[in-house]
């Protein structure tokens, strides 16, 4: 995933009077106008292989888009942007069918982390790695001698996102945010995208049709959305642009340390430490919530799994991303850095352990819960339900396992003589459906 800044932005509305005060280029008229009997005889413009009624939803479609485009072109020109960077942009652009629907057909993520971990932190992946780290030993030390980022993060963010550079994604920029701001699910998120990145393309970074990435607008090596691009994207190279779509990585990889340098990375300090629990830990004390410093953990036997103290890098929080069955990790404040690039733990985790392996570290010494998986919506839903129906009530049944359902899940696991970790497994929901008959 891209680095994710929540940031909304307020769409105006231009009359037709104003937009016209930007000069656009003149309509294109035929010197000879076809006759009545010409348009007639032309072929309907319609796909092959299409029926009568959905090539006209087709064009339908396309002229509702072109209708979206000619008004939003108002709206970014009182944003800054100029109409001869806004038609440029979108010559040639057009509606995606493909965005809209991977849009609406993305699948819930229910992966468990130790699947997830597999996947992040395979054995090519960690060798391509340490390749990549090799091949641009030059370039990564400079980089982390000017933000202070240890090479192997900035590493571990461009595998995680891009494979090192060997999927950038190559779906035009302009035409998925366009797509998605005029059809999607948040088209005032993607709108304000849109304006970044034709600001982007005005201050000359790159061409139009070179400004490539995904299907949700994320661009080059790091997948950079384009609101984060413009505020923390550097020139490392010195070329007067902020290429980070070029083969070259190099802006790229220094836009991403520049990225968490500007949310507070600390040097030195890792992300998160492997730990072993000890026997009769008060559960209550795993939460983002509780901090302390490791020495005070390791008094209450919190420990590496080798059994030595973790040292004093900072204030540490204990997560459990799988319950007491799986791993426990003390994280720092370094966590909540990557957390900037992409909100959910397995992904802060994958990037954090891929860069320790990357390091030259081991895999980690605790098995997962392999038998386990992750609930589905529903499941969280009836799970909610069937706590407060048990008397633990979760305040409603949103489907979200946040602080009310997992103290209603530590009352019930007390209750019933379980680990009080408050985590929401499917062993957990089939012994509330026993319990409710």
Do not use: C
Not at 196 to 220: E, F, N, T, Y
Not at 255 to 282: C, I, K, M, N, R
């Amino acid at each position: 995933m891209a680095p994710v800044l929540r940031i909304a932005i307020l769409t105006g509305l231009l009359s037709g009077a104003a937009a016209a005060q930007d000069s656009a280029p003149p309509p294109r008229v035929s010197a000879s106008p076809p006759t009545a009997d010409e348009v007639a005889q032309r072929p309907k413009a319609r796909p092959d292989g299409l029926n009568d009624a959905r090539a006209a939803e087709i064009r339908a479609r396309d002229a509702a888009f072109d209708d979206w485009v000619a008004a939003f072109r108002g709206r970014a020109l009182v944003q800054g942007v100029s109409g001869a960077t806004f038609d440029a942009a979108f010559e040639d652009v057009g509606y995606l069918d493909d965005v809209i629907e991977r849009d609406r057909n993305q699948a819930e993520f229910t992966m468990p982390i130790w699947r997830y971990l597999d996947r992040a932190v395979s054995d090519s992946r960690v060798e391509n790695g340490r390749a990549a780290l090799e091949e641009r030993a030059r370039l990564l030390d400079a980089i982390e001698l000017r933000y202070g980022v240890e090479k192997e993060i900035v590493t571990a963010v461009w595998g995680m996102e891009s494979a090192y550079g060997s999927h950038r994604g190559d779906i035009d920029t302009i035409a998925a945010l366009a797509t998605l701001a005029h059809d999607g699910r948040r088209g005032s998120f993607f709108e304000a995208q849109l304006i970044a990145a034709l600001k982007i393309l005005q201050s000359g970074d790159v061409a139009p049709r070179d400004m490539q990435g995904s299907w949700a607008g994320a661009m080059g090596h790091t997948q950079f959305i384009p609101t984060s691009y413009l505020a923390y994207a550097v020139d490392f190279t010195g070329d007067g642009r902020r290429d980070i779509w070029d083969d070259n990585p190099a802006d790229a990889l220094a836009s991403t340390a520049s990225y968490l340098s500007s949310f507070g990375w600390v040097t030195g300090q890792p992300w998160g430490v492997e730990v072993t629990l000890p026997d009769g830990f008060d559960y209550s004390l795993a939460s983002r919530d509780v901090k302390r410093q490791p020495s005070d953990w390791a008094a209450l036997g919190v420990t590496r799994p080798d059994g030595e103290a973790v040292d004093d890098f900072g204030a540490a929080s204990i997560l459990l991303p799988a319950g007491a069955q799986g791993a426990a990790f003390m994280i720092f404040k370094n966590f909540e850095v990557i957390e900037r690039y992409n909100t959910a733990d397995a992904y802060v985790i994958g990037v954090g352990h891929l860069a320790d392996r990357l390091a030259g570290q081991g895999p980690l010494s605790t098995e997962w819960p392999r038998e386990d998986r992750t609930l589905t919506f529903d499941e969280r839903v009836e799970l909610q339900r069937l706590l407060t129906r048990a008397g633990f009530d979760t305040q409603g049944a949103d489907g979200r396992v946040g602080p009310l359902t997992i103290r209603a899940i530590r009352g019930y696991q007390r209750q019933t003589g379980a680990v009080p970790d408050g985590y929401a497994s499917l062993m957990l929901l089939d012994d509330l459906r026993d319990d409710a008959g």
